[in-house]
């Protein structure tokens, strides 16, 4: 185990565990791993931890965990084997406890793979790519089938138990996994309607194959082998009613359901590949409408797509923005729309799924039938503007409202033929009227601007509200001084670390907690408190079937520093924040009113001097020590008094915020107006 995974199990950060290394010198040895990254038997681990008082049970989660990565065939090998038990203990579990109470480790293994094939066959045929499960292979698992078991008794079931195992390997190998989250799969399944028969030819970890609900033949196919088997193990257990196909292959060069007529593809394809196949697929019968060019994988695996299809069946797919307007794909482009294959391009808001700083768009294909519509139309929606603002792949878009908008807008495009125009957001093109030299299918590029809908009146509203704001900027403007002192004061001063260790305040650091089902609290960013707005983030969700980690919850008159950046930033949080989870890198400081007051904190906390004196450097950031700004030891008469002066000047600035906001709105409204021709110049 990493010393990660030795923080995990002591429930520390891990600090404690270098600090442990360093001081305790009966502290475990490593047995494997690198100088940098080394690794630990958990036994030695777990007996040092045990006789430091550090721990007195180890989790059963924990202890299969550490199995699972400690497995001399790797945690890939172990997952498949914990996978295929987990699916004899649902499907058989008497059999299960007879076997497990009667055979030893030796007998176990040897039993297992007559049984585990068996079992595999039933759900997921007899070409399965659940290989490996020989006596040889298994022996080494034992332990680690029974305890998986065991755990699946204690997560209620084997399903969790599988989510929880699998989660933990993708969490820990984020490089080596592309994953489709839960809201674009959600949003795919829907847009792609009920259907009997799903394929994803890129089927990944199973993720949109697994949103198709009500499907009763589930066909994926993945080219690496590992991920096949955790894929085809992982549907049989949440979908037991269904017929799994899964495949390990390449499915551009190697295709495994080359006479499918699926009802609907869900799939999330790779992005700007190169070497998918071009030199020796040139005559392949799939490219209907046209040959791709080496730089359009994607359109391959459109044209893949709509070739596993039965006439009338859609196909929805994750793409790219370029692959909208690439002119090396123009041409192909241009055909999908002639003959009404192509029939929505939906741009979705970034962060929506990786590459999260790119807003990506889902593409609505349909296989032409002989009932093909003579004049083929586009829907094109944008729900960009749906997003939360915050900095790519940190802060999740608002996905009911990006599912809500593009649902709406698809089922009323598909029922009607058309759809009524709403700029900004959503329109349908007749094809014809796209066919230019670049084909360009970019929803952004054919909407009109919001702005067009408010016209005049939403401007004068503006107008309006910019000049009562401007005018309760005057009477807020503070005076230079309300009191003068002869000579600078110099109070006796103390530190935040200071009135922490006295109990005066809670000091409490940001990050990283996760969402659950039950709650999912807005998240307060650095961005939202330097820039004065809502809380505009989104806790991340937290490893499948892991329980969320409890996030840092802010009350009013908190106080909330930033410790990046070096300006000088604290913000007093008011009942509309309140809580609103903590984010990264910023701190609290929650005061006892009987001794400190949140203004007076926040206040002394700003000062230039005290900031400078509290910041260390880097060669790329300045990083503030929230523990060592000062302020003054004052009487809590005093402090209120210069409390009421601090809350003046942020009421002041918060004002001054609202009117440059107003301010830049009618400026880009009037612009906008001038230009789209819904204002005139008088």
Known sequence: MTAAGIARLAGVGRAAVSNWRRRHAGFPRPVGGTETSPTFALADVEHWLRAQGKLAEVPLRERVWQQLVSHPGGAATALRHAGAVLLFVRDRPSAWRRLNAAADDTELAGMLPAILESVLAAHLGRHHPVHGLTRDALLPSAALVRATAELAAEED??????????????????????LTPPGPAGLMAALAGPARTVLDPASGTGSLLDAAEGAEELCGQEADPDLAALTALRLALHAPGAQVRVHAADTLRADAFPQLAADAVLTHPP???????????????????GFPARTESELAWVQHALARLREGGTAVLLM???????????????????????????ALPAGAAPPYGIPLHLWVLRRPGAAAPPSPHLLVVDTAALGTGGAPGRDKPDWQAVRTTALEAWQAFDRDGGIEEEPGVRRSLAAIDLLDDDVDLAPARHLPPPSAAGGLAELADVRERLAATLSRTAELTPQAAAGTAAAPVRWPLTTVGELARAGALVLRAGGPGTASADAAPAVLTEHDVIGGTAPGGALPEGAVGAPAEEPVLVAAGDVVVPVLGGGAVARVVDEATAGAALGRNLFLLRPDPAALDPWFLAGFLRGTANTRQASSYASTATRLDVRRLQLPRLPLADQLRYGRRFRELAAFEETLRRAARLGEQLVQGLHDGLTDGSVTPG
């Open 320 to 346: 790219p923005p370029a692959a909208a307007s690439r002119r090396s794909g123009r041409r192909i482009r241009a055909d999908l729309l002639r003959r009404g294959a192509l029939r929505a391009v939906i």
């Open 157 to 178: 079931g084997a399903v969790p138990a599988f989510e929880f195992l699998l989660g933990r390997h993708l969490d820990a190998n984020p490089r080596q996994y592309t």
């Open 271 to 289: 992005f700007n590949e190169r070497n998918w196949g071009h030199d020796e697929l040139a005559y392949d019968p799939r490219w209907e409408y």
